[in-house]
């Protein structure tokens, strides 16, 4: 019995050797998944954790930027820098003098400070030329 080289030459050229591409595409969206998230975690915060009342409309916007925050005991921080009321102003003033363009101050205040400390802060923001203040809020899920 006599094989034919032929049938089973011209059958190994008709299969083409082909590259599976589902797996490559998953890994390049697993790939692009992890990156996306970890980019999304790493928003800066330059305040002090408090107990923020709820506001349907809040921004989750985190930019770097002055940050002002009252806790419930009532101490003053800037950056996460504790600051008395009398030094506020004159510290405000340095950050206005040293950042000329910056006109805008977020202020994180707890559900539980007094209002006159509020106000006070508010003011010596004012004075220093600082003259858009945002009151910080978390959404609503938030506690």
């Known amino acids: 019995m006599r094989i034919r080289r032929r049938f089973f030459d011209a059958q190994s050229e008709q299969e083409s050797v082909h590259i599976d591409m589902v797996p490559m595409i998953?890994?390049?969206f697993l790939i692009l998944t992890v990156l996306l998230y970890g980019m999304l975690n790493m928003t800066v915060h330059r305040g002090i954790k408090v107990h923020l009342p709820g506001a349907v409309a809040a921004d989750p916007d985190r930019a770097d930027r002055l940050t002002l925050t009252i806790?419930?005991?009532g101490e003053i921080f800037m950056n996460k820098e504790r600051v008395s009321k009398n030094e506020l102003p004159g510290r405000l003033q340095s950050h206005r003098a040293s950042f000329p363009a910056a006109r805008e101050v977020y202020l994180f205040?707890?559900?539980a400070a007094r209002y006159d400390t509020v106000i006070a802060v508010m003011d010596a923001c004012r004075q220093a030329g600082l003259a858009k203040i945002s009151l910080e809020t978390a959404s609503p899920s938030t506690p």
């Open 109 to 111: 205040v707890d559900r």
């Open 71 to 73: 806790t419930e005991s």
């Open 26 to 28: 998953d890994t390049i």
